[in-house]
């Protein structure tokens, strides 16, 4: 195990919050050398609370407008920073800044690459069933989530997670691989596994669009979206007009019900109601309605009293 007298590489750290605050603090208890901090642009929401954070640690926070401006860049050569280490950041950093730091930029990514490429692998993996994801550590290049791999550990999905769950727990393996890579580069050459060719199944961000649920679709693949946008995002529905968020849902067989088209209240229960899809009752049970309230399907169907054959869209 190293101490912090051991690591005596020059790191330069960035990100932008969650992981960040995650990443800044794993590296610095395992005593790793940051030299610098570089955080979000200006007019980020979370540009102040970051460097505040930073300057709490006792860290060099380094202000920049464009990522390629010569100050930024002379900075950066001036730290004689031997590798920067990237945890959560929203903008593509160019050749020029790169090839200021010895090294080059090490990023941390939610997956394991080439699989689920792009900014929220997290949700994508979810959605699409899959039984397991990870983390990668790879060099960045001009592309994104393209540069050769470092390493990687896997990580099993458990049944029923939310991407809040597994945000959570990728953060914490990713610290703990790039621990192990800075361990690594303290004493040698760290690995360059060049990544395959080809196209991989994508783990970009959702458009506006994707987020209202398609009740087209399985009751479980629906209750699998529901999950993958819980409670960062959220899946979106409409009833009566007004915006419908849900946290979580079941799934039901319809053989006890009769045929209704999807997107339909099917039935009517006491504590709960069961939306058609093209397979299988959607129950939703954890829900917000519009400014009215956020509560369970009791609530529902007590405040708003729903009608078997009205239509969520």
């Given at each position: 195990m190293f101490t912090r007298s051991q690591f005596k590489k020059r790191i330069l750290f960035v990100g932008i919050p969650d992981m960040a605050y995650i990443g800044i603090d794993g590296l610095l208890m395992a005593g790793v050398n940051i030299v610098g901090v570089m955080g979000p642009k200006k007019d980020h929401n979370m540009y102040g609370d970051f460097k505040n954070f930073i300057y709490s640690r006792g860290l060099n926070y380094i202000d920049f407008d464009e990522l390629d401006e010569p100050q930024l860049i002379q900075t950066i050569k001036d730290l004689e920073v031997d590798a920067a280490v990237v945890c959560s950041y929203n903008y593509k950093v160019p050749k020029v800044l790169r090839d200021a730091t010895k090294d080059g930029f090490l990023n941390v990514h939610p997956s394991l690459l080439p699989k689920y490429r792009g900014g929220n692998p997290y949700s994508r993996v979810i959605m699409n069933g899959e039984a397991e994801t990870g983390v990668t550590v790879h060099f960045m290049d001009d592309g994104f989530d393209t540069g050769d791999i470092i390493a990687q550990k896997p990580y099993h999905i458990p049944a029923k997670a939310t991407m809040g769950t597994i945000f959570n727990e990728l953060n914490f393996i990713g610290i703990e691989l790039l621990l192990q890579v800075l361990q690594m580069y303290e004493t040698q050459d760290l690995p360059r596994i060049p990544q395959p060719k080809g196209t991989f199944i994508s783990g970009n961000g959702l458009s506006d669009r994707e987020l209202f649920i398609n009740y087209e679709k399985t009751a479980e693949e629906i209750e699998r979206f529901i999950r993958a946008l819980n409670p960062f995002i959220m899946a979106s529905t409409t009833f009566r007009g007004n915006l419908m968020k849900i946290l979580k849902a079941e799934v039901a067989s319809d053989a006890f019900c009769l045929p209704h088209p999807a997107g339909t209240l099917a039935k009517i229960e006491d504590d709960k109601f069961f939306i058609a899809t093209s397979?299988?009752?959607?129950?939703?049970?954890?829900?917000?309605?519009?400014?009215?309230?956020?509560?369970?399907?009791?609530?529902?169907?007590r405040i708003v009293d729903p009608k078997i054959g009205e239509e969520f869209k």
């Amino acid at each position: 195990m190293f101490t912090r007298s051991q690591f005596k590489k020059r790191i330069l750290f960035v990100g932008i919050p969650d992981m960040a605050y995650i990443g800044i603090d794993g590296l610095l208890m395992a005593g790793v050398n940051i030299v610098g901090v570089m955080g979000p642009k200006k007019d980020h929401n979370m540009y102040g609370d970051f460097k505040n954070f930073i300057y709490s640690r006792g860290l060099n926070y380094i202000d920049f407008d464009e990522l390629d401006e010569p100050q930024l860049i002379q900075t950066i050569k001036d730290l004689e920073v031997d590798a920067a280490v990237v945890c959560s950041y929203n903008y593509k950093v160019p050749k020029v800044l790169r090839d200021a730091t010895k090294d080059g930029f090490l990023n941390v990514h939610p997956s394991l690459l080439p699989k689920y490429r792009g900014g929220n692998p997290y949700s994508r993996v979810i959605m699409n069933g899959e039984a397991e994801t990870g983390v990668t550590v790879h060099f960045m290049d001009d592309g994104f989530d393209t540069g050769d791999i470092i390493a990687q550990k896997p990580y099993h999905i458990p049944a029923k997670a939310t991407m809040g769950t597994i945000f959570n727990e990728l953060n914490f393996i990713g610290i703990e691989l790039l621990l192990q890579v800075l361990q690594m580069y303290e004493t040698q050459d760290l690995p360059r596994i060049p990544q395959p060719k080809g196209t991989f199944i994508s783990g970009n961000g959702l458009s506006d669009r994707e987020l209202f649920i398609n009740y087209e679709k399985t009751a479980e693949e629906i209750e699998r979206f529901i999950r993958a946008l819980n409670p960062f995002i959220m899946a979106s529905t409409t009833f009566r007009g007004n915006l419908m968020k849900i946290l979580k849902a079941e799934v039901a067989s319809d053989a006890f019900c009769l045929p209704h088209p999807a997107g339909t209240l099917a039935k009517i229960e006491d504590d709960k109601f069961f939306i058609a899809t093209s397979k299988g009752l959607l129950v939703p049970t954890v829900m917000q309605f519009g400014s009215f309230f956020i509560g369970d399907s009791k609530d529902f169907i007590r405040i708003v009293d729903p009608k078997i054959g009205e239509e969520f869209k």
